[in-house]
Protein backbone atom coordinates (compact mmCIF):
# COMPACT_ATOMS: atom_id res chain seq x y z
CA UNK A 1 0.00 0.00 0.00
CA UNK A 2 2.37 2.42 0.59
CA UNK A 3 5.34 1.40 -1.25
CA UNK A 4 2.96 2.13 -4.22
CA UNK A 5 1.76 5.26 -3.18
CA UNK A 6 5.96 6.49 -2.92
CA UNK A 7 8.71 4.49 -4.35
CA UNK A 8 10.75 6.06 -1.97
CA UNK A 9 9.01 3.53 0.30
CA UNK A 10 11.20 0.36 0.72
CA UNK A 11 9.44 -2.84 2.76
CA UNK A 12 11.58 -5.66 3.86
CA UNK A 13 10.33 -8.76 5.73
CA UNK A 14 12.48 -9.92 8.48
CA UNK A 15 12.23 -13.71 10.17
CA UNK A 16 13.79 -12.56 13.79
CA UNK A 17 14.09 -16.60 14.30
CA UNK A 18 16.51 -16.96 11.42
CA UNK A 19 18.29 -13.40 12.01
CA UNK A 20 18.28 -12.99 15.32
CA UNK A 21 21.33 -10.23 15.81
CA UNK A 22 19.39 -8.25 13.10
CA UNK A 23 16.36 -8.35 15.53
CA UNK A 24 18.15 -7.33 18.48
CA UNK A 25 19.96 -4.71 16.38
CA UNK A 26 16.23 -3.32 15.61
CA UNK A 27 15.20 -3.92 19.33
CA UNK A 28 12.37 -5.73 17.68
CA UNK A 29 10.97 -8.17 20.80
CA UNK A 30 7.84 -9.80 19.51
CA UNK A 31 6.44 -11.10 16.65
CA UNK A 32 4.63 -9.09 14.18
CA UNK A 33 6.28 -6.48 15.30
CA UNK A 34 7.61 -3.60 12.37
CA UNK A 35 10.41 -1.26 12.37
CA UNK A 36 10.05 2.08 10.88
CA UNK A 37 13.70 4.09 10.27
CA UNK A 38 13.54 7.35 8.02
CA UNK A 39 16.92 8.84 8.41
CA UNK A 40 18.18 8.54 11.66
CA UNK A 41 14.88 8.72 13.64
CA UNK A 42 13.34 5.04 14.05
CA UNK A 43 10.50 3.64 15.92
CA UNK A 44 9.03 0.12 16.40
CA UNK A 45 4.99 -0.63 16.28
CA UNK A 46 3.77 -3.35 17.79
CA UNK A 47 0.67 -5.07 16.06
CA UNK A 48 0.87 -2.46 13.11
CA UNK A 49 -2.18 -1.01 11.14
CA UNK A 50 -2.94 1.77 8.70
CA UNK A 51 -3.17 4.25 11.27
CA UNK A 52 -0.36 3.79 13.07
CA UNK A 53 1.52 3.02 10.48
CA UNK A 54 0.53 6.76 9.25
CA UNK A 55 0.81 8.21 12.34
CA UNK A 56 4.39 6.86 13.21
CA UNK A 57 5.22 8.20 9.62
CA UNK A 58 3.82 11.71 10.34
CA UNK A 59 5.90 11.71 13.41
CA UNK A 60 8.92 10.83 12.04
CA UNK A 61 8.81 12.93 8.51
CA UNK A 62 8.28 16.01 10.51
CA UNK A 63 10.96 18.69 10.50
CA UNK A 64 9.74 20.02 13.56
CA UNK A 65 10.42 17.95 16.33
CA UNK A 66 7.67 17.91 19.63
CA UNK A 67 9.60 20.09 22.35
CA UNK A 68 9.51 18.12 26.22
CA UNK A 69 10.55 20.38 28.60
CA UNK A 70 11.59 18.99 31.24
CA UNK A 71 11.75 21.31 34.73
CA UNK A 72 14.66 21.81 36.77
CA UNK A 73 15.61 23.22 40.10
CA UNK A 74 13.98 20.96 42.03
CA UNK A 75 16.24 17.82 42.67
CA UNK A 76 14.03 16.40 39.70
CA UNK A 77 15.74 13.32 37.44
CA UNK A 78 18.11 14.62 35.05
CA UNK A 79 17.97 13.37 31.61
CA UNK A 80 21.54 13.94 31.02
CA UNK A 81 22.56 12.02 34.09
CA UNK A 82 23.87 8.19 32.68
CA UNK A 83 24.11 7.17 36.09
CA UNK A 84 21.72 5.23 37.87
CA UNK A 85 19.10 7.63 38.81
CA UNK A 86 19.60 9.37 35.95
CA UNK A 87 16.68 9.13 32.77
CA UNK A 88 19.56 9.52 29.77
CA UNK A 89 18.15 5.53 28.79
CA UNK A 90 14.70 6.83 28.62
CA UNK A 91 15.76 10.35 27.01
CA UNK A 92 17.48 7.83 24.21
CA UNK A 93 14.15 6.42 23.52
CA UNK A 94 12.33 9.81 23.10
CA UNK A 95 14.90 11.13 20.40
CA UNK A 96 14.46 7.39 18.58
CA UNK A 97 11.18 8.48 18.76
CA UNK A 98 12.03 12.13 17.33
CA UNK A 99 11.56 14.07 20.80
CA UNK A 100 13.39 16.64 21.72
CA UNK A 101 13.90 16.89 25.67
CA UNK A 102 15.47 20.25 26.81
CA UNK A 103 15.67 21.64 30.58
CA UNK A 104 13.17 24.56 32.23
CA UNK A 105 14.47 26.27 35.30
CA UNK A 106 11.25 28.20 35.98
CA UNK A 107 12.49 31.02 38.73
CA UNK A 108 14.90 31.42 35.33
CA UNK A 109 12.35 31.77 32.70
CA UNK A 110 9.69 32.91 34.63
CA UNK A 111 6.92 31.04 31.95
CA UNK A 112 7.23 27.63 29.91
CA UNK A 113 7.80 28.81 26.75
CA UNK A 114 5.78 28.61 23.76
CA UNK A 115 7.96 25.98 22.00
CA UNK A 116 7.24 23.24 25.49
CA UNK A 117 4.84 20.96 23.67
CA UNK A 118 4.61 19.52 27.06
CA UNK A 119 6.17 19.45 30.47
CA UNK A 120 7.39 16.68 32.87
CA UNK A 121 8.06 17.13 36.65
CA UNK A 122 9.99 13.70 37.45
CA UNK A 123 10.94 12.98 41.08
CA UNK A 124 11.33 16.67 42.31
CA UNK A 125 12.82 16.24 46.28
CA UNK A 126 12.77 20.58 47.05
CA UNK A 127 9.53 23.07 47.73
CA UNK A 128 8.60 24.71 44.61
CA UNK A 129 8.32 28.96 44.61
CA UNK A 130 4.94 30.14 45.06
CA UNK A 131 5.76 32.14 41.95
CA UNK A 132 6.46 28.85 39.96
CA UNK A 133 3.06 26.67 40.71
CA UNK A 134 1.46 30.12 39.67
CA UNK A 135 3.21 29.23 36.75
CA UNK A 136 2.21 25.78 36.67
CA UNK A 137 -1.41 26.52 37.32
CA UNK A 138 -1.87 29.14 34.59
CA UNK A 139 0.13 26.74 32.18
CA UNK A 140 -2.66 23.39 32.75
CA UNK A 141 -5.56 25.91 32.99
CA UNK A 142 -4.83 27.41 29.60
CA UNK A 143 -4.63 23.71 27.74
CA UNK A 144 -1.13 22.54 28.87
CA UNK A 145 0.44 19.02 28.71
CA UNK A 146 2.19 17.52 31.78
CA UNK A 147 3.67 14.23 33.22
CA UNK A 148 4.29 14.39 37.01
CA UNK A 149 6.07 11.27 38.80
CA UNK A 150 6.95 11.78 42.56
CA UNK A 151 8.49 9.56 45.02
CA UNK A 152 7.48 8.21 48.95
CA UNK A 153 10.56 8.51 51.09
CA UNK A 154 10.97 5.78 52.92
CA UNK A 155 11.13 8.30 56.30
CA UNK A 156 7.55 9.63 55.60
CA UNK A 157 9.41 13.40 54.18
CA UNK A 158 6.84 14.71 52.00
CA UNK A 159 8.19 16.08 48.85
CA UNK A 160 7.32 19.10 46.89
CA UNK A 161 3.93 19.80 49.18
CA UNK A 162 2.63 22.29 46.78
CA UNK A 163 2.38 20.44 43.33
CA UNK A 164 0.11 17.87 45.34
CA UNK A 165 -2.45 21.00 46.26
CA UNK A 166 -2.00 21.92 42.73
CA UNK A 167 -2.80 17.83 41.67
CA UNK A 168 -5.62 18.24 44.41
CA UNK A 169 -7.52 21.04 42.36
CA UNK A 170 -7.39 18.81 39.64
CA UNK A 171 -9.28 16.60 41.65
CA UNK A 172 -6.46 14.13 41.83
CA UNK A 173 -5.23 13.58 45.28
CA UNK A 174 -1.61 12.34 46.14
CA UNK A 175 -1.73 9.96 49.59
CA UNK A 176 0.76 9.94 52.31
CA UNK A 177 2.29 6.21 52.19
CA UNK A 178 4.66 4.28 51.34
CA UNK A 179 3.79 1.21 48.72
CA UNK A 180 4.61 -1.93 50.11
CA UNK A 181 4.49 -5.41 47.96
CA UNK A 182 5.32 -8.60 49.31
CA UNK A 183 5.05 -10.12 46.12
CA UNK A 184 6.72 -13.80 45.77
CA UNK A 185 7.88 -12.80 41.72
CA UNK A 186 9.27 -9.68 43.13
CA UNK A 187 11.23 -11.54 45.56
CA UNK A 188 12.40 -14.67 42.87
CA UNK A 189 13.77 -11.45 41.16
CA UNK A 190 16.15 -10.37 43.54
CA UNK A 191 13.49 -6.52 44.68
CA UNK A 192 12.62 -6.23 48.53
CA UNK A 193 8.74 -5.50 49.25
CA UNK A 194 9.53 -1.50 48.69
CA UNK A 195 9.21 -2.64 45.20
CA UNK A 196 5.56 -2.94 44.05
CA UNK A 197 4.51 -5.14 41.11
CA UNK A 198 2.53 -3.37 38.39
CA UNK A 199 0.44 -6.00 36.98
CA UNK A 200 -2.95 -4.25 36.20
CA UNK A 201 -3.89 -1.85 33.21
CA UNK A 202 -6.70 0.05 32.08
CA UNK A 203 -7.68 -1.12 28.46
CA UNK A 204 -9.45 1.89 27.83
CA UNK A 205 -6.63 4.78 27.53
CA UNK A 206 -4.51 4.87 25.16
CA UNK A 207 -1.31 4.75 27.00
CA UNK A 208 -2.43 1.17 28.79
CA UNK A 209 -5.10 -0.31 26.33
CA UNK A 210 -2.40 -3.07 24.65
CA UNK A 211 0.27 -2.88 27.86
CA UNK A 212 0.51 -6.89 28.58
CA UNK A 213 3.99 -6.29 30.18
CA UNK A 214 4.31 -5.56 34.28
CA UNK A 215 6.23 -2.66 35.47
CA UNK A 216 8.10 -2.44 38.49
CA UNK A 217 8.00 0.66 40.76
CA UNK A 218 10.23 1.33 43.53
CA UNK A 219 9.54 3.93 46.03
CA UNK A 220 5.96 4.33 44.96
CA UNK A 221 3.34 6.54 45.90
CA UNK A 222 -0.93 6.02 46.24
CA UNK A 223 -2.77 7.89 44.34
CA UNK A 224 -6.83 8.49 44.16
CA UNK A 225 -9.54 10.69 42.56
CA UNK A 226 -11.28 12.69 44.52
CA UNK A 227 -15.09 13.31 43.86
CA UNK A 228 -16.60 16.23 42.72
CA UNK A 229 -15.01 16.29 39.23
CA UNK A 230 -17.01 18.00 37.24
CA UNK A 231 -18.36 16.68 33.98
CA UNK A 232 -15.75 18.42 31.79
CA UNK A 233 -12.85 16.83 33.29
CA UNK A 234 -12.26 12.99 32.55
CA UNK A 235 -10.21 11.32 34.88
CA UNK A 236 -9.29 7.75 34.56
CA UNK A 237 -6.88 4.89 36.83
CA UNK A 238 -4.10 3.92 34.22
CA UNK A 239 -2.17 1.28 36.61
CA UNK A 240 -2.80 -0.58 39.76
CA UNK A 241 -0.67 -2.99 42.11
CA UNK A 242 -1.74 -6.24 43.07
CA UNK A 243 -3.57 -7.12 45.53
CA UNK A 244 -0.86 -8.52 48.12
CA UNK A 245 0.26 -4.63 48.21
CA UNK A 246 -1.13 -1.82 50.71
CA UNK A 247 -0.07 1.74 51.37
CA UNK A 248 2.07 1.91 54.61
CA UNK A 249 2.23 4.94 56.77
CA UNK A 250 3.97 3.47 59.67
CA UNK A 251 7.20 4.99 58.63
CA UNK A 252 8.66 3.85 61.79
CA UNK A 253 8.52 0.54 61.41
CA UNK A 254 9.05 0.65 57.73
CA UNK A 255 12.31 2.98 58.69
CA UNK A 256 13.64 -0.71 60.64
CA UNK A 257 12.50 -2.91 57.90
CA UNK A 258 9.22 -4.45 59.80
CA UNK A 259 5.55 -3.62 58.25
CA UNK A 260 2.53 -4.86 58.17
CA UNK A 261 -0.99 -4.43 57.48
CA UNK A 262 -3.02 -2.65 59.27
CA UNK A 263 -6.55 -2.77 58.51
CA UNK A 264 -8.63 0.96 58.92
CA UNK A 265 -4.95 2.86 58.80
CA UNK A 266 -3.58 1.84 55.74
CA UNK A 267 -4.54 1.90 52.36
CA UNK A 268 -5.26 -2.24 50.68
CA UNK A 269 -4.43 -3.40 47.54
CA UNK A 270 -4.71 -2.86 44.11
CA UNK A 271 -3.50 0.55 44.30
CA UNK A 272 -3.52 3.18 41.98
CA UNK A 273 -0.10 4.22 40.98
CA UNK A 274 -0.68 5.89 37.57
CA UNK A 275 -4.07 8.53 36.68
CA UNK A 276 -4.71 10.80 33.44
CA UNK A 277 -6.41 13.89 33.47
CA UNK A 278 -8.31 15.32 29.93
CA UNK A 279 -10.12 18.30 29.71
CA UNK A 280 -11.14 21.53 31.82
CA UNK A 281 -12.09 22.50 35.18
CA UNK A 282 -15.27 24.78 33.88
CA UNK A 283 -17.30 23.41 30.66
CA UNK A 284 -17.24 27.07 29.23
CA UNK A 285 -13.45 26.69 29.26
CA UNK A 286 -12.48 25.45 25.52
CA UNK A 287 -8.82 24.51 26.12
CA UNK A 288 -7.92 20.55 26.96
CA UNK A 289 -5.48 19.92 29.07
CA UNK A 290 -4.07 16.78 29.39
CA UNK A 291 -2.21 15.60 32.61
CA UNK A 292 -0.56 12.35 33.69
CA UNK A 293 0.00 11.92 36.91
CA UNK A 294 2.61 8.82 38.43
CA UNK A 295 3.18 7.58 41.87
CA UNK A 296 6.92 6.88 40.73
CA UNK A 297 9.82 8.69 38.82
CA UNK A 298 12.33 6.02 39.78
CA UNK A 299 10.67 3.59 37.73
CA UNK A 300 11.86 5.53 34.45
CA UNK A 301 15.46 6.12 35.80
CA UNK A 302 18.62 4.03 34.05
CA UNK A 303 18.29 0.79 36.63
CA UNK A 304 14.68 0.52 36.94
CA UNK A 305 13.63 1.63 32.99
CA UNK A 306 15.96 -1.91 31.86
CA UNK A 307 13.10 -3.91 33.84
CA UNK A 308 9.80 -5.40 32.83
CA UNK A 309 8.09 -2.57 30.54
CA UNK A 310 9.14 0.20 32.59
CA UNK A 311 10.24 1.70 29.69
CA UNK A 312 8.16 1.14 27.16
CA UNK A 313 5.04 2.40 29.64
CA UNK A 314 6.96 6.03 30.09
CA UNK A 315 7.75 6.08 26.13
CA UNK A 316 3.90 5.50 25.58
CA UNK A 317 2.62 8.06 28.32
CA UNK A 318 4.90 11.31 26.88
CA UNK A 319 3.79 9.54 23.10
CA UNK A 320 0.01 10.68 24.07
CA UNK A 321 1.41 13.82 25.60
CA UNK A 322 3.42 15.05 22.80
CA UNK A 323 0.76 13.53 20.16
CA UNK A 324 0.64 16.00 17.12
CA UNK A 325 -2.81 17.21 16.13
CA UNK A 326 -2.10 16.84 12.99
CA UNK A 327 -1.96 12.85 13.62
CA UNK A 328 -5.01 11.16 11.55
CA UNK A 329 -7.75 8.77 13.61
CA UNK A 330 -8.71 5.94 10.55
CA UNK A 331 -12.26 4.17 11.32
CA UNK A 332 -11.89 0.74 11.87
CA UNK A 333 -13.50 -1.13 8.97
CA UNK A 334 -16.03 -4.08 9.74
CA UNK A 335 -14.55 -7.16 9.85
CA UNK A 336 -15.23 -10.01 6.91
CA UNK A 337 -15.92 -13.70 7.25
CA UNK A 338 -13.27 -15.09 8.81
CA UNK A 339 -11.84 -18.81 8.90
CA UNK A 340 -11.94 -21.03 11.86
CA UNK A 341 -9.44 -24.18 12.27
CA UNK A 342 -10.28 -27.13 14.56
Known amino acids: HYSGLNPKFELEFVDPDKEVMRARTLEIKSYNTLHLAVGDRKTNISNPDEEKITNELIKLTKTNQPVLCAVTGHGERDFEDQEKDGLSAVKSGLSDQAYQVKGLNLAQEAKIPSDCSAITILGPTKSFLAAEIKILAEYLVKGGRALIGLDADIKGKEYAPELKTLLSKWFIAVRRGHIIDPNPLSRLMGMDASVALIASFSDKHPVTKENKTQLHFASALPLEVKKGAPESLKIEWLAKTTGSAWSETDFKSLAKGRVSFTPGQ ?77
Open 266 to 342: DLKGPVTVALAAEGSLAKEEKAKTRLVVLGSSRFASNYWSRLGGNSDFFLNVTGVLLKYVTLISIRKKAAGNGTFEL
